[in-house]
C-alpha cells in the first residue's frame, strides 16, 4: 500500500528565510506533483516531477525528486508572505495518494 | 474559460437523505476524479474514472457511488449520507490517456454536512 509522509506538516517562518518540506513516499513511483491551497479555496497545481533527477523551478519555489530515495523535496528560497499556504505532494502509482500536507505561515 | 465547476458549493442536509454533487469540467479531460479533504488527514481519493463508463474505487468509497454517462460530467451520489460523510469535497481532471502523467485541475470545493 502507498503511503505518502509529508514533512513538516506546520511550518512557521520569518520572511526572507530558506526553507525546506519533505515528502518521502513508501513504493516505487516515478510521477510526483506538488499542489498550493491556499485557505477556502481550491487545490492549484504547482509542479509536475516525472523522473529521477527532475527538478523545476518557479519563482522562490523548487521542486526535485529523488526516485531511488523516494524523496521529492520543496524548496522555498527567500521566503514572503504571499507564500503562506498549505503545500500538498502527491504520488502517482495509479491511485493518486496525497500527503497530509504542510501548512506553510510567513511571518512578515 | 477552462474550468471545473461543482454545484452545489455548500449543502446541509440529514442522515439518510439521498443527495447527488454534480461535477463537469469543459476540457475534454478523460480522466476524472472525486477527494474529500479532512483536517488532519489530507486528500483522499473516493473514486476515479479514466474514461466513459470506466470507474474505480480510491482509497475511501465505502458509502459512496458514482457513474460516467458523459465525458464531461461525473456525479457523486451519497445514497445514504451518514455524518462521517460530512466534509470538503473536490471534484478533479486531467488529461490523462493523452500523456503520461497526472496533473489534475481541481473543482472549487462542496462543502457538506450531514446533520
Known amino acids: 500500500e502507498l503511503k505518502v509522509e509529508q514533512n513538516p506538516l506546520f511550518l512557521s517562518m520569518q520572511e526572507g528565510k530558506n526553507y525546506t518540506i519533505y515528502c518521502n513516499y513508501s513504493?516505487?513511483?516515478?510521477?510526483l506533483y506538488w499542489y498550493r491551497q491556499d485557505p477556502g479555496k481550491s487545490l492549484e497545481s504547482l509542479f509536475v516531477?516525472?523522473?529521477?533527477?527532475a527538478v523545476k523551478q518557479e519563482g522562490r519555489l523548487m521542486a526535485s525528486l529523488d526516485t531511488k530515495a523516494r524523496l521529492s523535496t520543496l524548496h522555498i528560497t527567500a521566503a514572503v508572505h504571499d507564500l503562506s499556504a498549505t503545500y500538498f505532494c502527491a504520488v502517482d502509482n495509479d491511485k493518486i495518494i496525497f500527503g497530509k500536507g504542510t501548512r506553510l505561515h510567513i511571518l512578515p | 474559460e477552462a474550468q471545473v465547476t461543482q454545484n452545489p458549493r455548500y449543502l446541509i442536509t440529514v442522515t439518510g437523505k439521498k443527495l447527488t454533487v454534480t461535477c463537469s469540467q469543459n476540457m475534454n479531460h478523460e480522466y476524472m476524479s472525486w477527494y474529500r479533504q479532512d483536517p488532519g488527514l489530507g486528500l483522499r481519493q473516493i473514486y476515479y474514472s479514466m474514461n466513459v463508463e470506466v470507474t474505480d474505487k480510491g482509497d475511501v468509497p465505502e458509502g459512496y457511488k458514482v457513474s460516467r454517462k458523459e465525458k464531461r460530467n461525473f456525479p457523486l451520489i451519497l445514497e445514504s449520507p451518514s455524518p462521517n460523510q460530512t466534509s470538503l469535497y473536490f471534484c478533479?481532471?486531467?488529461?490523462?490517456?493523452?500523456?503520461?502523467?497526472?496533473?489534475?485541475?481541481f473543482g472549487p470545493g462542496t462543502r457538506l454536512t450531514v446533520l
Open positions: 513504493t516505487t513511483s516515478d510521477r
Open positions: 478533479a481532471s486531467s488529461l490523462w490517456a493523452s500523456v503520461t502523467y497526472n496533473e489534475q485541475f
Open positions: 516531477l516525472l523522473s529521477n533527477g
